[in-house]
Antibody
Framework: QVQLQESGPGLVKPSETLSLTCTVS????????WSWIRQPPGKGLEWIGY???????NYNPSLKSRVTISVDTSKKQFSLKLSSVTAADTAVYYC????????????WGQGTLVTVSS | DIQMTQSPSTLSASVGDRVTITCRAS??????LAWYQQKPGKAPNLLIY???SLESGVPSRFSGSGSGTEFTLTISSLQPDDFATYYC?????????FGGGTKVEIK
């Protein structure tokens, strides 16, 4: 049973870059797509983007100019960078697995709250 | 992007009730729709994929139907563990989108 675990700072200052990492355990990182999804407090889910284990990416058009997702297969990790953050980027950030694209998310991390505040 | 609209946004029901949630797509997505359940403080949990296929381990009181632009999630007899928020998600397009969610509350 694959497990995903998000890690990173819980507080980021406005205009800075949010950086999170997702570690995959209990399964292979190869041959899957890996994604980030966020949920502002009290609101719905927003897909941020995904990356294939080989490195190809696809991002939500509304966030594309600020998002970078990368993968390190040797560490079984993939990462999210979101630049020029504002209070509107305050959210629980989830990492999740996609067996293929386009597809549904079949495994999720527990989520990590990132607050943007000075 | 394909827009997904759920209704109602909130639903009040009692244990034993039959509950139906609707999800509408802004364009046809064939049967490429999933449903998730989310409880407070937890990650979403997959219930239904390909509009009507029940994920392994999900109780049979959950069912999904529809194709094209209109879909429904039905809970045949609401149980105490089912009070949660439900989301639909389309995967017809490489740009994945979710519905706004339906919160099922205790009446």
């Amino acid at each position: 049973q694959v497990q995903l675990q998000e890690s990173g700072p819980g507080l980021v200052k406005p205009s800075e870059t949010l950086s999170l990492t997702c570690t995959v355990s209990g399964g292979s990182i190869s041959n899957y797509y890996w994604s980030w999804i966020r949920q502002p407090p009290g609101k719905g889910l927003e897909w941020i983007g995904y990356i294939y284990y080989s490195g190809s990416t696809n991002y939500n058009p509304s966030l594309k100019s600020r998002v970078t997702i990368s993968v390190d297969t040797s560490k079984k990790q993939f990462s999210l960078k979101l630049s020029s953050v504002t209070a509107a980027d305050t959210a629980v950030y989830y990492c999740a697995r996609l067996p293929m694209i386009p597809y549904y998310f079949d495994s999720w991390g527990q989520g990590t709250l990132v607050t943007v505040s000075s | 992007d394909i827009q997904m609209t759920q209704s109602p946004s909130t639903l009040s029901a009692s244990v034993g009730d039959r509950v139906t949630i609707t999800c509408r797509a802004s364009q046809s997505i064939s049967s490429w729709l999933a449903w998730y359940q989310q409880k407070p403080g937890k990650a979403p949990n997959l219930l239904i994929y390909k509009a009507s296929s029940l994920e392994s381990g999900v109780p049979s009181r959950f069912s999904g139907s529809g194709s094209g632009t209109e879909f429904t999630l039905t809970i045949s007899s609401l149980q105490p563990d089912d009070f949660a928020t439900y989301y639909c998600q389309q995967y017809n397009s490489y740009s994945l989108t979710f519905g706004g969610g339906t919160k099922v509350e205790i009446k």
